[in-house]
Antibody, heavy 121, light 110 residues
Framework: QLQVQESGPGLVKPSETLSLTCTVS??????????WGWIRQPPGKGLEWIGS???????YYNPSLKSRVTISIDTSKNQFSVNLSSVTAADTAVYYC?????????????WGQGILVTVSS | QSALTQPASVSGSPGQSVTISCTGT?????????VSWFQQHPGKAPKLMIY???KRPSGVSNRFSGSKSGNTASLTISGLQAEDEADYYC??????????FGGGTKLTVL
């Protein structure tokens, strides 16, 4: 059974960089069948797709965040990560990592439990 | 790319059917058959209920069905049960390798 698990600091100061890692277990992140994505949800609000990465390192991002976000993948550790720079209070959210069928856009079938990241001094 | 438009809330009584709409544009829902629906209970991660407009993942009840007409996708839940009370989100491919979510709909089972 595939599992994905987010990890990282729960508190980040304004203007700093938010960094989270997603650890995948139960399957290889190097499979050509899947993409791996990050989605966030501000408290009491809806979901927002941040971006996705392929095992080859190919990435694509939400245009509204593209200037501040970097997603990378480490196949040796079966992990992928997100960095979001110059954070503000508006970046406070639960951050989820998820798997997506390679040939099916928007098909996020396995999700982590989510990690709350608060931006505050 | 703007978020897809969903009603803020819908409600229904046990046993009834409810439909949740998701309106996009000709750049997303109107062009691509990559519409998914997610169910989210409070404090939990979203769960994939429908993908590619009409397909159900293994283990999802056949009470859940999806459809699309023009720029609008719909999720129908038949035989409403108390456990269906949750937030529901649509998601669509929007071209140029971008995905966009709807604002979410709160389903209340009366």
């Amino acid at each position: 059974q595939l599992q994905v698990q987010e990890s990282g600091p729960g508190l980040v100061k304004p203007s700093e960089t938010l960094s989270l890692t997603c650890t995948v277990s139960g399957d290889s992140i190097s499979s050509s069948n899947y993409y791996w994505g990050w989605i966030r949800q501000p408290p009491g609000k809806g979901l927002e797709w941040i971006g996705s990465v392929y095992y080859s390192g190919s990435t694509y991002y939400n245009p509204s965040l593209k200037s501040r976000v970097t997603i990378s993948i480490d196949t040796s550790k079966n992990q992928f990560s997100v960095n979001l720079s110059s954070v503000t209070a508006a970046d406070t959210a639960v951050y989820y990592c998820a798997r997506r069928y390679g040939s099916c856009y928007s098909c996020f079938d396995y999700w982590g439990q989510g990690i709350l990241v608060t931006v505050s001094s | 790319q703007s978020a897809l438009t969903q009603p803020a809330s819908v409600s229904g009584s046990p046993g009834q059917s409810v439909t949740i709409s998701c309106t996009g544009t000709s750049s997303d829902i109107g062009t691509y058959n990559f519409v998914s629906w997610f169910q989210q209970h409070p404090g939990k991660a979203p769960k994939l209920m429908i993908y590619e407009v009409t397909k159900r993942p293994s283990g999802v009840s056949n009470r859940f069905s999806g459809s699309k007409s023009g720029n609008t996708a719909s999720l129908t839940i038949s035989g409403l049960q108390a456990e269906d009370e949750a937030d529901y989100y649509c998601c669509s491919y929007a071209g140029i390798r971008m995905e966009v979510f709807g604002g979410g709909t709160k389903l209340t089972v009366l």
